[in-house]
């Protein structure tokens, strides 16, 4: 029987992939020790995955459950990458870097320290890396990462007053367009619609599809549309109250709900099918 494939999650909500090839038996939730690529890490487990699932390379084993020793290291080592962080700001201004220092995580054993920076260009980090080995006498890896990335990882408040949704659920960052402002009304202001990580808002992309199916139960955006005032053009839509302003050739504006354009549409569609029964009779 194949051993179950299990999704670990590491500081800052990275993810990785472990064969539970030991058959350790454990609970979600539950902090495990994992092999690593020099060593062993400590990570929480999330669930299981499918044994079809493809990873980037292959997954590496679970260990075993962490004790209370593992978790006391992980939480010294969490104060170890404070000053680590502190100690490589330091040397990215000596080495005059145009990057922006993010974040520092050490591995359970410390056999390896990863510092993750944002740049918006490539940058020759060769010296501050043998600056850093000697420092901390263990293999030093520098991860250029987003701006996305870099607000999931020192997390924050979005505008709506909530935890960020990268850092509190969210994970993985789908592709974002201002066509999304655009379906819902929005103002294309880059600071009314834009998150901490300066990047248009995730949460643009949650009512996507409530928008487009509400929205084509109106007619389009600048249609003309027949009002019991008169004649005139669809100018707003507001899906949350079900109704539409529509311009009048007047210059005045009428409110029409929702119910009144279906009723409207059922009216006309029962006059068509009509014309056409009755032309199939002749």
Known sequence: MDADIWEIEFKSRRTGCYFNCNNVQFEPGTHVIVAAERGEDI??????????????????????????????KHKDNAAKE???????QNLVRKHNLLMKLVDAEF??????????????????????????????RTRIELRQI?????AKRLGGFGICGLTQCCTQWLWEFDPISTQLAREQNLSLNPQKIS????????CLM??????????RKFPELGSRYKTSAGDGVVDKINIFTQEMAVK??????????????????????????KVSDKSAEE
């Open 82 to 88: 404070r000053d680590a962080v502190s100690q490589c």
């Open 146 to 150: 987003g701006v996305r990335d870099e």
């Open 248 to 273: 009048l050739d007047s210059g005045e504006e009428q409110t029409v709900r929702l119910r009144e354009v279906q009723r409207k549409d059922r009216r006309k569609s029962s006059f068509f099918k």
């Open 43 to 72: 990570g929480r487990a999330r669930w299981t995955m499918p044994h079809d699932h493809k990873s980037k390379g292959t997954p590496m084993a679970i260990i075993r459950i962490a004790s209370e020793f593992d978790l006391e």
């Open 195 to 202: 998150g901490n990580c300066g990047r248009l808002l995730c």
């Open 107 to 136: 591995q359970l054993d410390c056999n390896k320290l990863t510092f993750y920076f944002t740049a918006d260009q490539r940058v020759d980090f060769r010296e501050l890396v043998k600056d850093l080995a000697s420092i901390y």
């Open 206 to 215: 949650y009512e996507r599809h409530h928008y487009q199916e509400t929205l």
